[in-house]
């Protein structure tokens, strides 16, 4: 279903809990954002929780969106170039069970300047090595991060690895940076790439029977890495 004009403004707009303006658009099968300045940025809070999105991005510029719930969609990417900028005072982000799969993905996070409540939850980028320190040296504003407090003593091992200033990167942090870069170039609301010429990989959902066969192989499984691939791929249904 798409994020028409008439679904927007039929959409129920209630006072949550702590009081803020919440517009719900839940479990209506949107797989594009668009058409959200008919809003007129009225809502602290909009749930887009059960939805089918894949590009984080195409919002209107809303300076009173505070919360965003966006959970069990299928993001596996987000726009650089708008995000932050349309978003500037967004300070809750639950972004729990998706497809981001790579630290370079979580970079258009570090520009949102009052990002506090993050979750990432069920997300395949939660394997990754660094995942956690990353995610707190790019925001250091950041004060829960899938649920639990942000410590001093992560604060400072972020630093360590990563760099004092995002302006001093240690190679570390300088390698997922370049990886960013080479990641980012402009999409089209329901994220094709115009123009675009070069060869992707498409994900292939997998069958019951797949999903049983990658169980089996999960038992037998002996390193580390190839029990994060299963778990992963099990998670996402995805190969």
Same mark, same amino acid.
């Given at each position: 279903?798409?994020l028409?004009?008439?679904?927007?403004?039929?959409?129920p707009?209630?006072?949550?809990?702590?009081?803020?303006?919440?517009?719900l658009?839940?479990?209506?099968?949107?797989?594009?954002?668009?058409?959200l300045?008919? $809003?007129?940025?009225?809502?602290?809070s909009?749930?887009?929780?059960d939805?089918n999105? &894949?590009?984080?991005?195409?919002?209107?510029?809303?300076?009173?969106?505070?919360?965003?719930?966006?959970?069990?969609?299928?993001?596996?990417?987000?726009n650089?170039?708008? !995000?932050a900028?349309?978003?500037?005072?967004?300070?809750?982000?639950?972004?729990?069970?998706?497809?981001?799969?790579n630290?370079?993905d979580l970079?258009p996070?570090?520009?949102?300047?009052?990002?506090?409540?993050?979750?990432?939850v069920?997300?395949?980028?939660?394997?990754?090595?660094?995942?956690?320190?990353?995610?707190i040296?790019q925001?250091?504003?950041?004060?829960?991060?899938? !649920?639990?407090?942000?410590?001093?003593?992560e604060r400072v091992?972020?630093?360590?690895?990563?760099?004092?200033? #995002?302006d001093?990167?240690t190679?570390?942090?300088?390698?997922?940076l370049?990886?960013?870069? &080479?990641r980012? !170039?402009?999409?089209?609301?329901d994220?094709?790439? #115009?123009g675009?010429? &070069?060869t $992707?990989?498409?994900?292939?959902?997998?069958?019951?029977?797949?999903?049983?066969?990658?169980r089996?192989?999960?038992k037998?499984a002996?390193?580390?890495a190839e029990?994060s691939?299963i778990?992963?791929?099990?998670?996402?249904?995805?190969?």
């Amino acid at each position: 279903m798409k994020l028409t004009p008439e679904l927007l403004l039929s959409a129920p707009s209630y006072i949550n809990a702590i009081s803020d303006r919440e517009l719900l658009l839940r479990g209506n099968n949107i797989p594009v954002i668009e058409n959200l300045g008919v $809003t007129r940025d009225l809502n602290e809070s909009i749930d887009l929780t059960d939805n089918n999105i &894949t590009v984080l991005g195409n919002f209107p510029q809303m300076t009173r969106l505070k919360t965003l719930l966006i959970s069990r969609n299928r993001i596996n990417s987000i726009n650089s170039s708008s !995000f932050a900028k349309s978003l500037p005072n967004l300070e809750m982000l639950v972004l729990s069970n998706n497809h981001l799969a790579n630290l370079a993905d979580l970079v258009p996070l570090s520009q949102l300047p009052n990002l506090a409540y993050l979750s990432l939850v069920d997300n395949p980028v939660t394997y990754k090595d660094y995942y956690r320190l990353w995610v707190i040296w790019q925001n250091p504003h950041i004060r829960v991060l899938d !649920f639990q407090k942000v410590k001093d003593a992560e604060r400072v091992r972020a630093k360590e690895l990563f760099g004092t200033s #995002p302006d001093q990167p240690t190679e570390l942090a300088a390698q997922i940076l370049g990886s960013a870069r &080479t990641r980012t !170039f402009n999409v089209d609301a329901d994220g094709s790439v #115009p123009g675009a010429t &070069t060869t $992707t990989t498409t994900r292939k959902e997998m069958t019951e029977k797949e999903k049983d066969a990658l169980r089996q192989q999960l038992k037998s499984a002996t390193s580390l890495a190839e029990i994060s691939r299963i778990e992963q791929s099990l998670k996402s249904g995805y190969y």
